[in-house]
């Protein structure tokens, strides 16, 4: 009995330190995860495996979603496969460099600025579409990239919740 209480205020506190770190789009997502397999291993019978399973598909699905969320939303803003690389490409560079400008809160506007800036500077300087067309593509990428990271961070909260819950019952 005592382990179960044990397990469950240790796993609500790894899901809140796992959504707080993947809304500041840091490698939070698996931490729920990361947390069960190595909770399982050493008191076996705490979780289902097809719980740790099917948590980890979800992260693995949140993964895609913040990594084509920016050139999904160049594409449907008109752009083409420049936009798009350059989306993809924009927001990691943004990213990073918005992390050693503002830390923590850098890196959210660096991703979804830089996935903006990335798109329209591929789509005019590779693609040569004009002007209206590049901003038109940068501004989907730079909403893709936000609406990308709002995504990640609910499936955050779904899958730490659920672990959380599954190691009390």
Same mark, same amino acid.
């Given at each position: 009995?005592?382990?179960?209480?044990?397990?469950?205020? #240790?796993?609500?506190?790894?899901?809140?330190?796992? !959504?707080? /770190? #993947?809304? /500041?789009? /840091?490698?939070?997502?698996?931490?729920? $995860?990361? +947390?069960? =397999?190595?909770?399982?291993?050493?008191?076996?019978?705490?979780?289902?495996?097809?719980? !740790?399973?099917? %948590?980890? !598909?979800?992260?693995?699905? *949140?993964?895609? $979603?913040?990594?084509?969320?920016? %050139?999904?939303?160049?594409?449907?803003?008109?752009?083409?496969? %420049?936009?798009?690389?350059?989306? #993809?490409?924009?927001? /990691?560079?943004?990213?990073?460099? +918005?992390?050693?400008?503002?830390?923590?809160?850098?890196? =959210?506007?660096?991703?979804?600025?830089?996935?903006?800036?990335?798109?329209?500077?591929?789509?005019?300087? =590779?693609? *040569?579409?004009?002007?209206?067309?590049?901003?038109? #593509?940068?501004?989907? *990428?730079?909403?893709?990239?936000? $609406?990308?990271?709002?995504?990640?961070? $609910?499936?955050?909260?779904?899958?730490?919740?659920? =672990?959380?819950?599954?190691?009390?019952?």
């Amino acid at each position: 009995m005592l382990i179960t209480v044990i397990a469950g205020i #240790t796993f609500s506190l790894v899901a809140i330190l796992g !959504v707080v /770190l #993947t809304a /500041l789009t /840091l490698s939070g997502l698996w931490l729920p $995860v990361a +947390g069960a =397999i190595v909770w399982e291993v050493a008191f076996p019978g705490t979780f289902s495996w097809w719980t !740790v399973g099917i %948590a980890a !598909v979800l992260c693995l699905g *949140a993964e895609a $979603v913040e990594f084509f969320g920016a %050139a999904h939303g160049s594409r449907k803003s008109g752009g083409g496969r %420049a936009g798009a690389w350059g989306a #993809t490409i924009g927001g /990691l560079i943004g990213a990073v460099l +918005g992390s050693f400008v503002f830390p923590i809160v850098g890196t =959210i506007i660096g991703a979804v600025a830089g996935a903006g800036v990335g798109a329209m500077s591929f789509e005019r300087g =590779i693609a *040569a579409r004009s002007w209206g067309d590049a901003l038109k #593509t940068g501004g989907g *990428a730079a909403k893709g990239r936000a $609406v990308a990271l709002v995504v990640k961070v $609910v499936i955050s909260i779904i899958v730490g919740v659920w =672990i959380a819950i599954a190691s009390i019952g």
